[in-house]
T-cell receptor
Framework: GENVEQHPSTLSVQEGDSAVIKCTYS??????FPWYKQELGKRPQLIID?????GEKKDQRIAVTLNKTAKHFSLHITETQPEDSAVYFC??????????FGAGTRLFVKA | EPEVTQTPSHQVTQMGQEVILRCVPI?????FYWYRQILGQKVEFLVS????????KSEIFDDQFSVERPDGSNFTLKIRSTKLEDSAMYFC??????????????FGEGSRLTVL
């Protein structure tokens, strides 16, 4: 079945710097890759997603890139702010009813 | 904006007791899910449900677990005889698409289960 690896597990950046979180997946049938942000004690919320017919997608300070050949996808946050501090999960959907999540990256943005 | 709602927000139970976690999915969604997140770990798929039957389940979803849609709005997860390792946050989710490659999962706020 699908397996999603996520790195790093913890990331600490200075406010204003960029943050990059990387994920790999194993199932070549996966073609939808959402990213979720989870603040402490709250529900995961979708922040951006990408489908396999696209190599990059941007939404203001957030961008996601996908390399289907290498089975890599990454989240880029520019001009980080303290409110970006949260746990970020990448995920892959190999089809059907299941979404497989990575282990999460705890992002700390220091003011 | 429509939301998935879950009750209770926190439940404490004794090992061996039965627990029912309740969810009200978004009203026009047809596909329902339960996920589990043990403290500090990843979100794990438990089960998906469509048209009053389980469509897919993970190896975590053993005979101790069951799901039901008892009426037109509620979707429940029952744990028959809780174990210490069932302590986790349980998230309900719903979607308006069968294939999640074409749709988004909407999560509820979660039900924290503590088994003593």
């Amino acid at each position: 079945g699908e397996n999603v690896e996520q790195h790093p597990s913890t990331l600490s950046v200075q406010e204003g710097d960029s943050a990059v979180i990387k994920c790999t997946y194993s199932d070549s049938a996966s073609n939808y890759f959402p990213w979720y942000k989870q603040e402490l004690g709250k529900r995961p919320q979708l922040i951006i997603d990408i489908r396999s017919n696209v190599g990059e997608k941007k939404d203001q300070r957030i961008a996601v890139t996908l390399n289907k050949t290498a089975k890599h996808f990454s989240l880029h946050i520019t001009e980080t702010q303290p409110e970006d501090s949260a746990v970020y999960f990448c995920a892959a959907t190999p089809g059907g009813f299941k979404t497989i999540f990575g282990a999460g990256t705890r992002l700390f943005v220091k003011a | 904006e429509p939301e998935v709602t879950q009750t209770p927000s926190h439940q404490v139970t004794q090992m061996g007791q039965e627990v029912i976690l309740r969810c009200v999915p978004i009203s026009n969604h047809l596909y329902f899910y339960w996920y589990r997140q043990i403290l500090g770990q990843k979100v794990e798929f438990l089960v998906s449900f469509y048209n009053n039957e389980i469509s897919e389940k993970s190896e975590i979803f053993d005979d101790q677990f069951s799901v039901e849609r008892p009426d037109g709005s509620n979707f429940t997860l029952k744990i028959r005889s809780t174990k210490l390792e069932d302590s986790a946050m349980y998230f309900c989710a719903s979607s308006d698409k069968a294939d999640l490659r074409h749709g988004e999962l909407f999560f509820g706020e979660g039900s924290r289960l503590t088994v003593l």
